[in-house]
């Protein structure tokens, strides 16, 4: 293999378990253990990505989630994923990767040429350029920008992986598994707590998997690697790798995305690829961590430029040199760390520039040794290089400008704690001066902060801080934590002078890596008057995108402040939001896509319409019945045609089950039924039923439906399909906050029964041959709205109620949900030689519109029971919900839009429901509106077009003619205006 | 006609089909039975009877009633708590009913028939609880969530009730008949990865 | 957001239904006075601070609840059963 980057020895990586991947189309090989980056960098790449804007050749800057540059397209087909960040993706066999945002290829990209001419994107560039003609930018300027600004692509297919989410709840959530984070965690869990550790990397330990401290004598990754191991074999922990907390929510509620397997190729079976988590912690300890700075200096953005600390990560991590010529870069002490751990790795350090004239002669230690040049009071004006780096030019302290070969420079301006997760809930991180960073503010309830996240930037006093934020965890909860003693460690060097911006050097100095957004830019910004940080972000996008600005929020906003001469406490910071880290919608989807985008129901009756070969139609969340086709019929309006004539002429069998049905008993049942409908219901016979209209307390109509009295005590109500959930809901309202002293007692039975209507001059004939003896249904003994309980099949217990949707003799029948499918495929035995037949919704309607009953379409939440013809309903005996004010005079008004039948006057023109309303002659103008057609139907027992629709002025139209104008489907047909009831208008069928 | 007899139907009939479903190595990780003849009534008591109805509902099952969210009862017949003064009671078994207990209970609560409305599932098996947890928000761990203990709460997107009935653990569920379809999507393709066996 | 109810402990928000301001919307007027009405109906304060506001645990108990909720915080200080107002007691 080749490992040109690959030092002989070291790293925690398994030699023995070679990986083989590729990058774009070329096959490499690394080690379990490395990220795709650090894998890279032994193979020898630097370039690995092109930059959004102008192109410009990027390689690798970071070694963690935080990376702005090194973007790639992992794997391919339909698992291609866009902009994943190669420093955090764990290297697996077979991997795949593709540099993105570069064409024709990686090495020459023609588009660089945006880079090539200057400020031609600079801020607010495209505010100011592309701003006119305004239909330019569909056409011409948004393709061109898309084209040439853009990250990766999509993999425009179906996620052929599955995701979940799934939930946890614990005493203490411990965010972050460095030296801070392992030692809270051991803290409160020795005490007993429940605690999860939840880390973002695959190795639990953070930085002391990078660096060289020792821990206890040892070197910090096996402490790290020893605490890890008992957590994870104690019972009231859960130890989460490969898991990153990326939100705070209100009431200590966490999410997390756990990538199950983003590390394989393929999930093995019944895996998910990524979990989301949410937790439920009474604590939390975050100890993310805190990011490196780079430094802003010209041309900062040559592949092999790199942060100091992520340089640490590739040799003492990964065992790779991202160089054979190192650099080193600072403003602070820990920046020299970097040179010293290159050159006891074996990497020539070529030299050390410091800013900080003052920087301790101490630092450094054994390097003066080596003849290595150390600068102070220095700095790196420019890189030279293109696709990759080949000298710097530093100028002393003197002024004095030199060039150095070298091809790694290792940058540090200094460490931001990771704030993010205390701001989610609107916390104000705080400057601190001596760091010089933000450190957190107002914390979120529950939530303490440790470690390097805290600003404690070295590492005794990190452990120490975990010990102590678990143990007071730990007493939070009545529990003692034993005091373990500390664990034995030095605190590193940490001292830091900032330097923000370093000025003189020829070419573009980059605050913004991935959103190429330059000091200069941040200059011209303020400039130009957008001197608040949260308007420099969208004017100039620096902090936007995948990154959200991890490594140049700070340096970005300390320029604002240094142009706008203000302290930048003053000037502050935008505020962070979630997610940390990208999350993909995949994981927020979960189980939750295709027919599990939401829970689906099925009526009682399913498998009865299965059999019959019904047509199903999504209704809200069931699944209905809509025609039964048969062979030879050509579309759901013949098949229709033929039910309609079926119930009209014989008898049909319709699922009626998906209506809301409520239970409601108690002495005061009657009293609270006159309060929510505005009719009576009080006054109803036991065993008689009776169509109810409710209002909403605004006067308009809120539902309909028919409710029984089965005792003095019990009735029973029925609600439409569609406002089942809202009523059950209402009535619990209207009981529970209004009239709490009422005696009621109000159940859903929606799911227990399944109900049919059985409709057609036969269907009396046809419901006799199953109801047990003893039940008379003669007309004379069970007429038009008789409601009863009756047995039916030899014992089996349901409920009749006669009463019509369809204008025929009509009953509905209700019975225990679990012999639905075998009481109606009773009924359809019973009445084959009658000619039954099953109906489905689409019949129902047509059925309905033929009988002028209103549904859905007019009970719209804008139409009063005055406007549907049911203003006599109204009772002004008693006071119920709506009634004062519906007598406002705006919804008594004669002009209102009232509910009438509309017939085209050519009787075989078909008409559409959304069709206008216009007077005949009129303009087709808003203000000749008149109304428009709620719904249409083709009248198989009419034989013509029908509508429903509603008009100003409604009956008082009766006679007139409109014109039905469409202008969507192009349609201007002249109609009558009549009665909405067509059919049977004296209501003779349904008592024969 | 004559009497017939005709066949009632389970929630999930048709869906769940016995056997092994998911990863197939090993001892399932969960094991999912469906209770199938039962039947459930709920109970309202009537305004300021609540604890007359208890008393009568610790009777019938032998053990106390409270009016909380806990269920009462080791053998055939249990209640649970659903709402302030509301209780669900279940027999299990063949031809089995509360119809004595509805007696009891004239003109003290408003009692329905539930049984045929509902859908119950026995999950148990050691993953039972980390396959639950990726749709119940509830802590499930056994030292908050006893057995006698109960709640009401949801799984995706889909109402139920739910509670340990042994330390094995073993978790009733009940949730909707319309939904059973998509619920036995949802806990199928929670438990998968962990081997499922379906008594 | 984690609402206490009550009955069945603390749960999600997403279990709930949110209505609004408890104190008006539990506050019919009784007799023929439009303007009343008018008020009951359409007028809500929208405050910035503690609020009575009324919550239905839909996929619970099904109790509509009274949730006294400070509305820059989202703290919930108090949460009672709506129907125990004063009048009456709860179902």
Redesign the interface.
């Given at each position: 293999m080749s490992s040109a980057g690959r030092l002989p020895t070291g790293g925690r990586i398994d030699r023995a378990r070679p990986i083989k991947f590729s990058f774009d189309g070329r096959s490499m090989s690394g080690f379990a253990g490395d990220t795709l980056a650090s894998a890279l960098i032994a193979n020898g790449v630097s370039l690995v990505g092109r930059s959004f804007k102008y192109h410009r050749p990027r390689g690798i800057l970071s070694a963690g989630s935080e990376e702005p540059n090194a973007l790639v397209e992992m794997r391919a087909g339909a698992r291609r994923e866009p902009n994943t960040r190669a420093t955090s993706v764990e290297l697996f066999d077979g991997l795949q990767a593709q540099s993105q945002n570069r064409w024709p290829s990686l090495g020459f990209d023609i588009l660089a040429l945006n880079g090539l001419v200057g400020g031609f994107l600079s801020a607010g560039f495209y505010y100011k350029t592309f701003m006119w003609p305004a239909a330019f930018w569909e056409k011409v300027y948004e393709p061109l920008i898309r084209r040439a600004a853009g990250l990766g692509r999509s993999a425009g297919a179906e996620d052929p992986d599955?995701y979940?989410?799934?939930?946890?709840?614990c005493d203490v959530l411990v965010i972050g598994g460095g030296p801070a984070g392992l030692m809270a965690a051991l803290t409160a869990a020795r005490s007993g707590a429940?605690v999860i550790l939840a880390d973002e990397d695959f190795l639990p330990g953070g930085r002391l998997n990078a660096e060289r401290q020792e821990i206890d004598g040892a070197a910090g990754s096996i402490w790290a690697a020893t605490v890890a191991a008992e957590l994870s074999s104690m019972p009231n922990v859960r130890l989460m790798r490969r898991t990153t907390v990326f939100g705070v929510?209100?009431?200590?509620?966490y999410a997390a995305l756990e990538r199950v397997n983003d590390h394989v190729a393929v999930p093995p079976?019944?895996?998910?690829r990524q979990r989301m988590w949410?937790i439920?912690a009474r604590r939390s300890i975050l100890a993310a961590g805190a990011l490196e700075r780079p430094l802003v200096f010209a041309n900062n953005d040559r592949p092999g430029v790199m942060l100091a600390g992520a340089v640490r990560s590739y040799i003492n991590r990964f065992a790779v040199t991202p160089g054979q010529r190192l650099a080193v870069f600072t403003c602070c002490d820990d920046g020299w760390q970097a040179a010293i751990d290159a050159a006891a790795a074996g990497i020539s350090i070529e030299a050390v520039i410091d800013s900080r004239a003052e920087a301790s002669p101490a630092l450094g230690g054994e390097l003066g040794k080596r003849d290595v040049r150390i600068f102070r009071g220095a700095e790196v004006i420019r890189a030279v290089g293109s696709r990759g780096l080949q000298a710097i030019e530093v100028r002393d302290a003197s002024g004095r400008i030199s060039s150095i070969l070298c091809d790694a420079l290792a940058m540090s301006g200094g460490w931001s704690p990771i704030t993010h997760l205390t701001s989610h809930l609107g916390g104000r991180p705080v400057w601190n001066e001596s760091l010089p960073a933000f450190v957190p503010g107002t914390l979120p309830?529950g939530m303490s902060v440790v470690g390097a996240a805290n600003g404690a930037m070295a590492l005794a006093r990190s452990l120490a801080g975990g010990r102590d934020a678990g143990a007071s965890a730990a007493r939070d909860f009545g529990r003692s934590a034993s005091d373990a003693p500390l664990p034995k460690a030095d605190d590193e060097p940490a001292t830091v002078r900032a330097l923000w911006h370093v000025s003189g050097g020829r070419g573009p100095a980059f605050v913004d890596f991935q959103n190429d957004v330059t000091a200069k830019d941040v200059g011209l910004a303020s400039r130009e008057g957008y001197r608040s940080v949260e308007l420099l972000k969208r004017y100039t996008t620096l902090g936007m995108a995948t990154d959200q600005g991890k490594t140049s929020n700070v340096n970005g906003l300390a320029i604002l402040a240094s142009e706008l001469a203000q302290p930048i406490a003053t000037v502050g910071t935008t505020l962070n939001r979630p997610p940390f880290t990208p999350v993909s919608i995949g994981a927020l989807a979960g189980?939750?896509r295709g027919?599990?985008f939401?829970?689906?129901?099925?009526?009682?009756l399913h498998?009865w319409a299965k059999t019959h070969g019904a047509v199903f139609i999504e209704s809200g969340?069931?699944l209905r019945a809509s025609w039964f086709p048969r062979p030879g019929e050509k579309d759901w309006l013949e098949s229709a045609s033929r039910e309609v004539r079926a119930v009209r002429s014989a008898v049909g069998l319709t699922d009626v089950s998906t209506l809301g049905k409520i239970?409601i008993?108690?002495?005061d049942a009657g009293t609270l039924l006159d309060r929510v409908y505005c009719n009576t219901f009080s006054t109803l016979a036991v065993g008689k039923a009776r169509y109810g209209v409710m209002l909403r307390?605004?006067g308009f109509v809120m539902d309909d439906g028919t409710t029984s009295r089965l005792a003095t005590d019990?009735f029973v109500m029925t609600t439409t399909t569609a406002n089942a959930?809202g009523i059950?809901?209402h009535l619990?309202?209207c009981?529970?906050?209004?009239w709490?002293?009422?005696?009621?007692?109000?159940?859903s039975?929606?799911?227990?029964?399944?109900q049919m209507a059985i409709a057609g001059p036969k269907s009396r004939e046809t419901l006799a041959?199953?109801v047990d003896r003893q039940h008379d249904i003669s007309d004379a003994a069970f007429p038009y709205l008789t409601a009863r309980e009756i047995t039916i099949?030899?014992?089996?217990?349901a409920r009749l109620f006669r009463i019509s949707y369809s204008g025929e003799l009509a009953y509905e029948l209700a019975v225990?949900?679990?012999?639905?499918?075998?009481?109606a495929a009773?009924i359809m035995e019973?009445g084959t030689d009658l000619g039954i037949q099953p109906y489905g919704l689409e019949a129902m309607g047509i059925m309905r519109i033929e009988k002028g009953h209103v549904a859905g379409s007019e009970i719209n939440g804008q139409t009063t029971a005055r406007d549907l013809g049911l203003g006599k309903m109204m009772s002004k005996k008693k006071?119920y919900i709506g009634r004062?004010?519906a007598?406002?005079p705006a919804l008594a008004a004669p002009d209102r839009w009232g509910l009438v039948g509309l017939k085209p006057v050519d009787w075989t023109t078909r008409i559409r429901a959304g069709a206008h309303l216009i007077p005949i002659g009129a303009a087709t103008t808003t203000a000749n509106d008149l109304g428009y057609v709620t719904s249409v139907a083709f009248s198989p027992s009419l034989e013509r077009w029908i509508g429903l629709g509603l008009i100003s002025g409604g009956a008082s139209k009766h006679g007139t003619r409109v014109r039905l104008v469409d202008l969507l489907r192009g349609s201007d047909i002249e109609a009558e205006v009549c009665d909405p009831v067509f059919y049977d208008p004296k209501g003779e069928r349904l008592h024969g | 006609m004559a009497d017939r007899k005709i066949a009632s139907r389970s929630a999930l009939a048709g869906l769940a089909k016995s056997g092994a479903l998911g990863v197939s190595k090993g001892v399932p990780g969960v094991r999912i039975r469906e209770i199938t003849d039962f039947a459930a009534i709920g109970i309202i008591a009537r305004r300021g009877r609540a604890a007359e109805v208890a008393a009568i509902l610790s009777r019938h099952v032998g053990s106390p009633v409270v009016d909380a969210a806990k269920r009462a009862g080791a053998g055939a017949v249990s209640i649970t708590g659903t709402a302030p003064g509301q209780w669900l009671a279940i027999s299990r078994g063949p031809g089995t009913s509360l119809d004595e207990l509805r007696t009891e209970l004239a003109g003290l609560a408003a009692v329905t028939d539930q049984g045929d409305g509902r859908l119950i599932i026995e999950v148990t098996g050691p993953r039972a609880r980390d396959a639950l947890a990726k749709g119940v928000a509830i802590d499930l761990d056994a030292g908050v969530f006893k057995v006698g203990d109960a709640a009401q709460t949801s799984a995706a997107h889909i109402g139920l009730q739910i509670a340990p009935i042994d330390e094995a653990p073993t978790f009733e569920i009940i949730s909707a008949r319309s939904t059973a379809a998509s619920f036995w999507s949802w806990l199928e393709s929670s438990a998968a990865e962990y081997g499922i066996d379906v008594a | 957001m984690r609402i206490r109810c009550p009955y069945c402990g603390e749960r999600s928000n997403d279990e709930f239904y949110v209505l609004g301001d408890a104190d008006a919307l539990t506050a019919r007027p009784s007799g023929e006075n439009a303007e009343a009405f008018h008020e009951y109906v359409y007028q809500r304060t929208n405050l910035a601070g503690l609020h009575r506001e009324l919550w239905y645990h839909s996929n619970g108990c099904r109790r509509w609840l009274v949730v006294t909720r400070d509305t820059r915080t989202h703290e919930i200080s108090d949460v009672t059963y709506a129907s125990k107002r004063g009048e009456g007691e709860a179902a």
């Open positions: 599955h979940e989410k799934s939930h946890a709840h429940r929510y209100d009431g200590s509620t079976p019944f895996q998910p949410r439920y309830s189980h939750h027919k599990d939401r829970a689906t129901r099925l009526s009682p498998e969340a069931w239970d008993q108690g002495p307390e605004d019990h959930v059950m809901r619990e309202f009981h529970q906050g209004l709490p002293g009422l005696d009621v007692q109000m159940t039975i929606s799911e227990q029964w399944a041959r199953i099949l030899g014992g089996t217990r225990p949900a679990g012999v639905g499918n075998a009481v009773a019973a006071d004062v004010l007598e406002r | - | -």
